[in-house]
């Protein structure tokens, strides 16, 4: 089946940097990804979606120039968290897909834990 | 706007006990319907979708629009399905899923 990758898995790192996930497809042509952020002991939620080619989609409240997401090629998108804060840690995973395929589900990432000192 | 409800946060049941999984969506127009798993430690992976009307380990959801509800049924539980289960909508060509809170299945020996 459809193999997503997201890397790294697990970050810590100081206030005031920024970091960057990213969210591969490994055997299929993702035109569209999607970026969504979990807290813990909830569900989630969308934040923006990527087109391959074109600027990124955000969610109301989402702030776009915190979180910069990249999708250059078909089978890479990135999301980086600009100038991190603790409140920036949580979890956040990726998702890939064709939209122009009605019928392909969305395949997700293992995620990235980023933990913000 | 959209809207996934699942009001159990936890359900607990015995193996062999028959399982129903609460879901119930709100969209004016017609959604399409999901149920995703995440097993410990691994990702989230597609259980089953409404368009799709399978049966998938021994799990079936029916769609019924008149009380806006996808609940997923197993007749009898496994300890394997012991998971997260979070019912999923997705509208127009959007793509975009939006997902309920989940609700933890715990399968008893």
């Known amino acids: 089946g459809a193999v997503v990758s997201q890397h790294p898995s697990w970050v810590i790192c100081k206030s005031g940097t920024s970091v960057k996930i990213e969210c591969r497809s490994l055997d299929f042509q993702a035109t569209t990804m999607f970026w969504y952020r979990q807290f813990p002991k909830q569900s989630l939620m969308l934040m923006a979606t990527s087109n391959e080619g074109s600027k990124a989609t955000y969610e109301q409240g989402v702030e776009k120039d915190k979180f910069l997401i990249n999708h250059a090629s078909l089978t890479l998108s990135t999301l980086t968290v600009t100038s991190a804060h603790p409140e920036d840690s949580s979890f956040y995973i990726c998702s890939a897909t064709q939209l122009e395929h009605s019928n392909q589900p969305q395949h997700f990432g293992d995620g990235t834990r980023l933990s913000i000192l | 706007a959209q809207r996934v409800t699942q009001p159990e946060k936890l359900l607990s049941v015995f193996k062999g006990a028959p399982v129903e999984l609460k879901c119930n969506y709100s969209?004016?127009?017609?959604?399409?319907l999901f149920w995703y798993v995440q097993y410990s430690r691994q990702r989230l992976q597609l259980l089953l979708r409404?368009?799709s009307r399978e049966s998938i380990k021994g799990f079936t959801a029916d769609l019924n629009k008149g009380e806006t509800s996808f609940h997923l049924k197993k007749p009898f539980a496994q300890e394997e399905d012991s998971a997260m289960y979070y019912c999923a909508l997705t509208y127009g060509n959007t793509g975009k899923l939006i997902f309920g809170q989940g609700t933890t299945l715990q399968v008893k020996p």
């Open positions: 969209y004016s127009g017609s959604p399409e």
């Open positions: 409404h368009i």
